[in-house]
């Protein structure tokens, strides 16, 4: 016969231990609900549990997860791999190695291998103890003769990007260079599945962590259909031979996905002023394109950006950062006017000068807020003393840290007026200034009056700014 509270006891377990594993218990009560909990007749108990128990950190507690590696029910299992990487994240792996191989021996789900192999991948290990994991981690790729299933590649692929994140190119072998590049071409035999090309993108980021990242594999990530492969190799642009660049970089202008074009057009941000390259970023900056095709905001922000250096042709450059700057618009599409101006005020600081005032009292906060920025590129404190003075909070904000910047605890009377507001980080900003201040009497009285002011409205967003005026 159904129980009928049994949902309702689920729904209090549940609770319980989601309240014990919040309170990162060490010992007592609240850690002994959760080691009672990996026994419990439910699967969705146990799985809570050993999630809960892993993410206390705690080596010590391993005998208490390591058992639910053999529970009958996957998801369990897949819990208790990644609770075991977790209790020894800040200490010694070598604790957990041995049963999360041993487990692996045995394995035979598929989601449920793959989880082991990220967890072995994410221990830190002796030397040997990592050659011994990086072969367990390549065996787990193959099945009967070829690929693993997909989601056991996975976790092989995120199992080997974190043991590179952490231990460097070196960890790799012949073999796992090998098969990394095999898995940056992994196609999967599921159209439109989501996990190869997760699985390419993170095997082309352990190539360029390494430093290992070929022509062709860059060449296959800019031919491919997904969003992320692009930007991702050009993330490691630096390690593709100087003479493949220029190839590589007109191509990935050129893609259809505007996550590539924005890395491309920050590879050609930080990189040398050439003709060639600056030719990218007039001709992305320039409003209305030479062209006649509409810039996507976020690529004409990085070319923007880009032009506070000086190309080969200054004045061109000067000319359309100024024509950009000046034409700011009431409403939507403010931002490459306020980049505009910020980048000009580092190439040509006097016409930067003459433009500024048109933002500072532009209507947008947003735009005023920018010019606070470029005001301190400038070193216009004048200007800067009146945006701090602004209705807007966001604006006295942004003008606080370049007038610092610009006078030291002169500034002193207008950081302790924003004591005065009742804005969360320009509280912060004005008491982060204030420190070491050189009429300490006058800022501490200052700073306890803003503490009980705010304390009064009992707030729960009030916690930082309030911690902030008590240092």
């Known amino acids: 016969m159904p129980d009928p509270s049994r949902a309702s006891r689920l729904d209090v377990a549940f609770l319980r231990l989601a309240a014990a594993e919040d309170a990162r218990p060490q010992e007592g009560r609240e850690l002994l609900a959760l080691t009672e909990a990996t026994s419990a007749e439910e699967a969705f108990l146990r799985r809570v549990a050993v999630r809960g128990l892993g993410r206390l950190e705690n080596p010590e507690l391993l005998d208490a997860i390591t058992p639910l590696l053999d529970d009958p029910v996957p ?73 693993a299933p997909t989601p056991t590649l996975l976790g092989v692929a995120l199992g080997l990007e974190a043991m590179v994140r952490a231990e460097g190119g070196s960890v790799l072998t012949s073999n796992a260079i090998r098969r990394l590049r095999e898995l940056a071409r992994f196609e999967g035999d599921v159209a439109g599945a989501a996990e190869p090309p997760r699985i390419r993108a993170l095997a082309v980021t352990a ?51 505007l996550l590539t074009v924005v890395e491309a057009f920050s590879v050609i941000a930080g990189g040398p002023r050439t003709q060639g390259r600056c030719a990218y970023l007039f001709a992305a900056a320039e409003q209305p394109p030479a062209d006649g095709r509409a810039i996507p905001v976020p690529i004409r922000l990085v070319a923007l950006d880009a032009l506070a250096e000086p190309c080969p042709e200054l004045e061109r450059q000067r000319n359309l950062l100024r024509n950009v700057a000046a034409a700011v618009p009431v409403g939507p599409g403010w931002q490459p006017a306020a980049h505009g101006l910020a980048a000009l005020a580092q190439l040509a600081p006097d016409e930067a000068s003459d433009i500024l005032p048109s933002h500072a009292n532009h209507p947008d906060p947003f735009v005023r807020a920018w010019a606070a920025r470029t005001a301190g590129v400038l070193g216009d404190a004048a200007q800067l003393r009146a945006l701090a003075r602004d209705d807007h909070p966001n604006v006295r904000t942004a003008a606080l840290q370049p007038l610092f910047s ?12 924003q004591l005065q507001e009742d804005d969360p980080q320009l509280l912060m900003t004005a ?40 240092d």
């Not at 610009?406 to 007026?417: F, I, K, R, S, T």
């Not at 420190?435 to 501490?444: F, I």
């Open 431 to 470: 008491a982060r200034l204030l420190a070491d201040s050189p009429d300490p009497s006058r800022v501490a009285q200052a700073a306890l009056d803003a503490f009980i002011r705010i304390s009064a409205a009992e707030r729960e967003t009030w916690w930082d700014p309030r911690l902030a005026l008590l």
């Open 75 to 147: 998801a369990v299992r897949e819990a208790a791999a990644n609770a075991a990487a977790q209790a020894v994240h800040t200490s010694s792996g070598e604790a957990a190695l041995g049963q999360l191989l041993e487990r692996l021996n045995v394995e035979q789900d598929p989601a449920v291998r793959g989880t082991l192999a990220r967890s072995i991948g994410r221990l830190s290990l002796s030397t040997a103890d990592q050659a011994e994991a990086l072969r367990a981690i390549l065996d787990a790729s193959r099945a009967q003769g070829g690929d």
């Open 406 to 417: 610009l006078e030291d605890h002169e500034a002193d009377p207008v950081l302790l007026n």
């Open 207 to 257: 190539l360029g962590n390494a430093e290992q990242l070929t022509p062709d594999i860059v060449d296959f990530a800019l031919r491919d259909t997904d969003m992320q492969a692009g930007a991702t190799a050009l993330r490691f642009f630096s390690t593709v031979p100087a003479t493949a660049r220029d190839e590589f970089l007109r191509r990935a202008v050129a893609n259809n996905s």
